[in-house]
């Protein structure tokens, strides 16, 4: 497949799809890819993800474009973070994290710092939750605008 072809079936796939089958099939990650295409100067790098989306768009339409959370979480680690690779080189793509992770992950290392009694030397501050938090609004408010993330179930 070429690139303009790719580029119009990723596109169509929001007209195609409902909204829960978007999140599944990591739609804003591969429309971002696509989008930002031109930005990935190695040739062979660009051939390689051509490949990746061409492979991508056959598995999804085989799939009839419905996938269930296990399903997705293996097209993401096959082709979304595969891709991602590239573009975190040639065009500083950065990973999106749900802001509920944010605050799941960051409670339980300052939990753990907490009671390793590593926080009291910061008047307990939760060190990890204000990091992971600091992360998602840059992303969300910098990275997001310009449509240069991707993510599991993105």
Do not use: C
Request: no cysteine.
């Amino acid at each position: 497949m070429e690139f303009e072809e790719i580029k119009e079936i990723i596109l169509s796939l929001e007209d195609m799809t409902s909204k829960r089958m978007r999140t599944y099939i990591h739609y804003k990650s591969m429309q971002n890819f696509v989008e930002h295409f031109h930005e990935i100067k190695n040739e062979r790098a660009q051939r390689k993800i051509i490949d990746l989306i061409s492979e991508y768009i056959e598995e999804i339409k085989a799939g009839n474009y419905d996938f269930d959370v296990h399903e997705s979480a293996n097209l993401a680690k096959r082709y979304v973070f595969s891709i991602a690779q590239y573009y975190k080189e040639d065009s500083s793509f950065m990973e999106m994290i749900k802001l509920q992770h944010v605050f799941l992950y960051g409670l339980l290392i300052d939990s753990l710092l907490y009671l390793g009694g590593v926080l009291s030397k910061f008047w307990y501050v939760p060190i990890a939750t204000s990091g992971f938090l600091f992360y998602y609004l840059f992303v969300v408010i910098i990275k997001e605008r310009k449509g240069r993330v991707y993510g599991m179930f993105y």
